[in-house]
């Protein structure tokens, strides 16, 4: 069992920068692959980034590529988006997730779809005012 907090959401201006955290305890957290994700009112949840578990491969959603930074730090279990250039387009709830990848080939894999996520966190609000 992983539980997940999500922290460092805010209130921005285009233009600015937030960085959201999500700690880990729990099972071992180097173990599992992370992703980010986000759902805007009266939206469906939608894929942001993600990580491996090894090797740190990265992917991200289009709409945040070249903006976003995904990473994660094992030692404090924690994984980390940065993001830069915010628009109001970005403003949502944010959700960080966990995957124990089942095979291990799939420990260098990144996961995008939401059914693909084990364990989730509360949400952190991100709000950007244009």
């Known amino acids: 069992q992983v539980q997940l907090v999500e922290s460092g959401g805010g209130l921005v201006q285009a233009g600015g920068s937030l960085r959201l955290s999500c700690a880990a305890s729990?099972?071992?957290?180097?173990?599992?692959?992370m992703g980010w994700f986000r759902q805007a009112p009266g939206k469906e949840r939608e894929f942001v980034a993600a990580?491996?578990?090894?090797?740190?491969?990265?992917y991200y959603a289009d709409s945040v590529k070249g903006r976003f930074t995904i990473s994660r730090l094992n030692a404090n279990d924690t994984v980390y988006l940065q993001m830069n250039s915010l628009k109001p387009e970005d403003t949502a709830v944010y959700y960080c997730?966990?995957?124990?990848?089942?095979?291990?080939?799939?420990?260098?894999?990144?996961?995008?779809?939401?059914?693909?996520?084990?364990?989730w966190g509360q949400g952190t609000q991100v709000t950007v005012s244009s």
């Open positions: 729990g099972r071992t957290f180097s173990s599992y692959a």
């Open positions: 990580i491996s578990w090894r090797a740190g491969n990265t």
């Open positions: 997730a966990a995957k124990r990848p089942s095979s291990a080939i799939g420990r260098y894999f990144y996961y995008t779809g939401a059914d693909d996520y084990d364990y």
